[in-house]
């Protein structure tokens, strides 16, 4: 009895390499689309940092209390804080929550997508006189920069600079006022 040979039903290995290609094609081109370009990402992050002073001046007015911000360049987090002034020094409470979210006002460059590569490149702050508030700034009842020890000296200049690929942006902080610029 001779046995009838089954013909073997399968794909060529060109077939599966073409397929493959394919396959990386279109996925390279999604990730394009889905990853934002750093234009985009730079000018979210600037928008964001910059809100965060603005927000942090503008309710110390409203409020009447001392809100402010603190810059860590070293880990590319912002964080906005109400200062308790009960003891000496004043000591930042990190429990301001941010006005939309409603999730404590914390900017991470490095875990939001949204912002890339992005990274705080350089904080420039300068006192009237000796300030050892470190990276942390805070906005006084008339909106007005300040140390945050000792609480009366005042900021006289703020530049933050944030960066990606090559491109850098400066926010400017005008401490008499609380107003943000960015260049």
Do not use: W
Not at 13 to 38: G, K
Not at 48 to 74: H, I, M, P, W
Not at 167 to 173: A, G, H, M, T
Request: aromatic letters at 8%; hydrophobic letters at 40%.
């Amino acid at each position: 009895m001779i046995q009838a040979q089954q013909k073997v039903h399968g794909f060529t290995l060109i077939e599966l390499l073409i397929v493959l290609v394919i396959i990386s094609i279109l996925s390279a081109a999604t990730l394009r689309i889905i990853r934002p370009s750093s234009t985009i990402a730079i000018s979210l992050a600037t928008e964001e940092v910059a809100n965060a002073f603005v927000y942090a001046a503008n309710e110390s007015y409203r409020q009447n209390k001392f809100l402010g911000v603190e810059v860590d360049t070293a880990n590319n987090r912002l964080r906005v804080f109400e200062l308790d002034t009960s003891g000496s020094p004043a000591t930042p409470l990190f429990t301001v929550y941010h006005p939309i979210t409603k999730k404590l006002y914390t900017i991470d460059l490095d875990e939001d997508e949204r912002f890339g590569h992005t990274t705080f490149n350089n904080l420039t702050l300068s006192f009237a006189t000796t300030c050892n508030g470190g990276n942390r700034i805070y906005f006084n009842s008339s909106g007005q920069a300040r140390c945050i020890d000792p609480l009366s000296v005042r900021v006289t200049q703020m530049v933050l600079d944030l960066s990606v690929d090559n491109q850098v942006v400066q926010i400017d902080l005008e401490p008499a006022t609380g107003k943000v610029s960015v260049q």
